[in-house]
């Protein structure tokens, strides 16, 4: 059967249906799903709706089902995602639109996860169940970049976010860096904390900016705000010689922390107990970045965000383990004498580290340049 212009419609409010839980979901991909009666005399009749919320509660599909009740008999489900073939924490949503008796399934992209991969349009057809797509792939694909990557590589999407003047620096020489952004950008720094499943810091960053590296909902200035700030990032912490101190902002902040070392020295006895420590080591006595990133990703992280100094972010830039650069920029010079953007000493043009710009707006009175390694370069 063709798509149409109509499929099209309802796939596109699906997606923004499946936006709504883009800080709850993790660590479960963002899944919309519309149920529609078609009918031949007359326009689509839209009967139900509903968006995966939080890990879990209800999936996409089961809750558009249970908003339909005996209506979604005979109808078109448009799903932003393949539904699932196995028992998780819920049942099979595959299963739920055959017993419910849907007859048609539209799906904007097949599942990632290999557990599914396939299996659930399968299981559809299997049943008699009509079954077209993919159908606004591309736009699907761009509401789970993380979980996308996480289940073909086992790796988590890594956003670098990073604050700098007009003149590209983010810190006098001493180290002082608050504030280089005004309000507003800050805010939307928060914004991209809480789409995090975890934060990495540089324990120089926390000990120099007594950084918390929380949500704070009223920073967030959004509807759901106290919902979202729940749900804290892990906040990991590069401290190779361990050396973040018991009494610190950070440690008394909510939330998870892990700190991450050399296995040289042993933990702090005097950490609270929301924080476990983890030996990573690597070459020249530092912390194994590439085995960190394995390590969040074992532990379903989807996207991480890297907060930290012009050091640690250069030496994930030279690894080729940051996959986006979020840069806000003020207009504002801090000189020649202050630390520039990223620690990455190059000597040639050839050496160069070429970028895509995917996106530049003003937040503010600041801009906010995102940008990607560009591959083909």
Not at 294 to 304: D, I, K, S, T, W
Request: one cysteine or more; a neutral charge; aromatic letters at 4%.
């Amino acid at each position: 059967m063709a798509l149409t212009s109509t499929d099209r419609h309802f796939m596109a409010r699906a997606l923004t249906l499946a936006a709504r839980g883009h800080y709850t979901t993790m660590p479960n991909p963002r899944v919309g799903c519309v149920l529609v009666r078609e009918r031949t005399d007359a326009e689509p009749e839209l009967l139900a709706e509903g968006w995966h919320i939080k890990a879990g509660l209800g999936h996409a599909e089961v809750n558009a089902l249970t908003a339909a009740g005996e209506q979604a008999r005979g109808a078109t489900a448009y799903v932003t995602l393949e539904p699932c073939s196995h028992t998780g924490k819920t049942g099979p949503c595959s299963q739920a639109l055959i017993d419910a008796g849907v007859g048609r399934v539209v799906y904007a992209m097949e599942d990632p996860n290999p557990q599914v991969a396939g299996r659930g349009l399968e299981r559809l057809r299997e049943a008699g169940v009509r079954v077209d797509g993919p159908l606004l792939e591309e736009e699907a694909r761009a509401l789970n970049p993380g979980f996308i990557k996480r289940m073909a590589q086992g790796l988590p999407l890594v956003r670098c976010k990073l604050a700098m003047s007009l003149d590209g620096r983010t810190a006098m020489a001493s180290g002082e860096s608050k504030w280089i952004t005004r309000p507003c950008a800050r805010r939307d720094v928060q914004r991209l904390r809480a789409g995090a499943c975890a934060i990495i810091s540089g324990i120089d960053t926390v000990l120099q900016d007594r950084a918390a590296l929380t949500v704070r909902p009223a920073e967030l200035d959004l509807d759901n705000a106290e919902t979202i700030a729940e749900r804290q990032p892990l906040r990991v912490i590069l401290d190779s010689r361990q050396r973040l101190p018991a009494q610190c902002e950070l440690l008394a902040s909510p939330g998870p922390v892990l700190v991450v070392h050399n296995g040289s020295k042993a933990p702090n006895p005097d950490w609270p107990a929301h924080v476990e420590s983890l030996a990573l080591p690597g070459k020249d006595d530092r912390v194994d970045l590439y085995a960190l990133l394995r390590e969040l990703g074992r532990r379903e992280c989807n996207e991480v965000l890297i907060e930290c100094g012009a050091t640690l972010a250069g030496s994930f830039m030279r690894l080729g383990l940051i996959d986006e650069l979020v840069v806000y920029m003020a207009a504002k010079l801090l000189g020649s004498r202050a630390r520039p953007l990223l620690e990455l000493p190059l000597d040639t043009m050839a050496a160069q580290l070429p970028l895509m710009i995917r996106d530049i707006r003003a937040i503010g009175d600041d801009w906010r340049i995102t940008a990607v390694p560009d591959k083909e370069y």
